[in-house]
Each structure stands twice: as structure tokens, then as C-alpha cells.
């Protein structure tokens, strides 16, 4: 994985200490892919890959946040939530499932999940969501302090999913939409397209380089229609995002 050349604005503890995150996967892989991205936010992660493990790093690590895979072998997500809520542990926890069907996601939300991301998911989508959460509920603090990203007339909102360019709706896709959001993290910034697949695609990237391209492509027929182009192309480098003209 490639570690991007710049952070979003840190977010941390309200009394500026780091934010403290467990990550739940019985995948190691994939719970070391999480890690890894939290710990460039500058966050404590610790990680477990059974739910007994998690339980027990949660007793003494205090998480402000736990991703949390509900498909595990012996104790569940669901279980181990169960019994961080019965032992009066009201950790923010954001739930992992492969799972898609509508009753699924209900089902982690009523036992006291705070959010969810189906699989596959990119870890930009994680970090967003986390960040999100962790402000939502008080438990940390940004330099995002607005969770409006604006470059010239052009913004996305973080929490609604919303983007407006010179006041107009754009509907985007989720896909299209985390990668205006990585291009809106790095103003003025060359990102290359390896970066944006690691940052964007990650968990469900298959191989193919030039969904960059395409997608980009989309972007920029929708976020360009009635302005002057934004998202800019530095040959054999990557792309970047300015105000436009």
C-alpha cells in the first residue's frame, strides 16, 4: 500500500491526545490494511481477529472507536457488541459486513452499531466514515471543524453526501464521490494514480489502472458542464485539483 504524501487536517481527542481506534477483522490482512491508514491519521490502532481478543484489548486499550466485523467465527460482531454495551462500554463502533440485504444493516443498528460499511469498501470510505462518527459523537475533535471541503465555487459536505458547484446540485456516485473527496483533501496537489487507487479503491481494487481514467472522466463531465475545468492532468504524474479560471 502506498502511505499518501500529505494528511487531512488531524482530528484528536477533545483534550488533544490521539484518537484511540481497535479494528475488528478476522481477515488479518485486511484489518492490518485499516491499521495502517488510521495510524497515517495519526490514531493509537490496536487490532484483534477474534471476538474474545477484542473484547479483552477493549478492557484495557479504551477505544474511542471499533471497527467491527460482524462475520466472525465464534463470537460475532454482533455478540461482541452485545457485551461491550452490557458492561456499560459505550464506544463508538462502526460495523463491517459483507453482508448488503437492508434487514442485515438494521440489524447491527438497533443492537447499538453507530454506522456501517459494506464490503468491499475503500479505505478512504472507512476514514471518512470514522471521522464522521468520532465528531458526531463528541469523542474527538478536528481541524475540520466545517465538514464542508470547498475549493472555488465548487463543495462537497463530508456528513450529507452532498456536492454543489456555484449553488447547483451534482449527483455523483459513491465511487465518484470518494474520489472528489480525495481530490478535494489534496488541493492543489499532484496525485498520482497509483495514490488514488490505494486511497479510493483499495479493498476492491481488481488490477485495472485505467478505472483512474475513467472515473476521472465521469468527475469531470459532471463537476465541468457549466465551468471552467478543475481537475487537471500532469502528464506521466497524476492529477490534481484548483479553483478554476
Not at 66 to 94: F, S
Amino acid at each position: 500500500m502506498t502511505i499518501p504524501t500529505s494528511a487531512p487536517a488531524p482530528i484528536t481527542r477533545p483534550d488533544g491526545s490521539p484518537v484511540r481506534a481497535l479494528v475488528v477483522d478476522d481477515e488479518p490482512s485486511l484489518g492490518e490494511l485499516i491499521q495502517m491508514a488510521l495510524r497515517y491519521e495519526g490514531w493509537q490502532v490496536e487490532t484483534a481477529t477474534d471476538g474474545a481478543s477484542a473484547l479483552n484489548k477493549a478492557r484495557t486499550f479504551h477505544p474511542d472507536v471499533v471497527v467491527l466485523d460482524i462475520m466472525m467465527p465464534g463470537l460475532d460482531g454482533l455478540e461482541v457488541l452485545k457485551r461491550l454495551r452490557a458492561a456499560g462500554d459505550d464506544v463508538a463502533v462502526l460495523f463491517l459486513t459483507a453482508k448488503d440485504a437492508v434487514n442485515d444493516r438494521v440489524v447491527g443498528l438497533t443492537a447499538g452499531g453507530d454506522d456501517y460499511v459494506t464490503k468491499p469498501f475503500s479505505l478512504e470510505e472507512v476514514v471518512a466514515r470514522l471521522r464522521s462518527l468520532l465528531r458526531r459523537t463528541g469523542r474527538a475533535v478536528s481541524g475540520y471543524t466545517d465538514p464542508v471541503l470547498r475549493i472555488g465555487d465548487l463543495s462537497l459536505d463530508e456528513d450529507s453526501y452532498e456536492v454543489t458547484r456555484a449553488g447547483k446540485p451534482i449527483e455523483l456516485t459513491a465511487k465518484e464521490f470518494e474520489l472528489l473527496r480525495y481530490l478535494m483533501r489534496n488541493p492543489r496537489r499532484v496525485v498520482s494514480k497509483l495514490q488514488i487507487l490505494d486511497r479510493v479503491w483499495s479493498y476492491d481494487f481488481e488490477g485495472r489502472s485505467s478505472i483512474v481514467e475513467i472515473y476521472i472522466s465521469y468527475l469531470r463531465k459532471k463537476i465541468e458542464a457549466d465551468g471552467p475545468p478543475m481537475i487537471h492532468t500532469v502528464r506521466g504524474v497524476g492529477y490534481l485539483i484548483k479553483p478554476g479560471a
